[in-house]
């Protein structure tokens, strides 16, 4: 990824973003196209793996590189500075949650 912590954790927000949106709407657009199935589990299994390979690779990747080039203060500084902001972004998430509420539900603030 980038040496830029708040590119890093956008990165990951909207990826997840996108993968629940993709699970919650996929449904509703395919309807009862698919059969209960053991490729079901693996599918998910499969979503998950991958899933810990790019979260893996954005916030690790480019710390332990300059950790391995001698910069070892730099390194976990970048690592640190991408897990604050990807915390920030997720209290953000959450936050925006409460307040518009469930699809169908009133927010947590709401009447």
Same mark, same amino acid.
């Given at each position: =990824?980038?040496t830029?912590?708040?590119y890093? @954790?956008l990165f990951a927000? $909207?990826y997840? =973003?996108?993968? *629940? @949106? +993709?699970?919650? &709407? +996929?449904?509703?657009? $395919?309807g009862?196209?698919?059969? #209960?199935?053991i490729f079901?589990? =693996? +599918?998910?299994? /499969?979503?998950?793996?991958?899933s @810990?390979a790019?979260?893996g &690779?954005t ?5 332990l590189?300059?950790i $391995?080039?001698g910069?070892r203060?730099?390194g976990v #500084?970048?690592?640190?500075y991408? *897990?604050? /902001?990807? /915390? /920030? =972004?997720t @209290?953000?998430v959450?936050f925006?949650a409460l ?5 169908g539900?009133p +927010?947590?603030?709401?009447d």
């Amino acid at each position: =990824m980038t040496t830029n912590p708040f590119y890093n @954790a956008l990165f990951a927000i $909207l990826y997840i =973003m996108t993968l *629940v @949106a +993709g699970v919650f &709407y +996929g449904s509703d657009f $395919l309807g009862d196209f698919f059969q #209960e199935s053991i490729f079901l589990p =693996m +599918g998910f299994l /499969a979503t998950f793996v991958l899933s @810990a390979a790019l979260m893996g &690779y954005t916030f690790l990747y480019q710390p332990l590189l300059l950790i $391995l080039d001698g910069h070892r203060k730099k390194g976990v #500084e970048l690592f640190l500075y991408t *897990v604050v /902001a990807f /915390a /920030a =972004m997720t @209290a953000l998430v959450i936050f925006i949650a409460l307040i518009v509420g469930t699809v169908g539900g009133p +927010g947590i603030f709401t009447d």
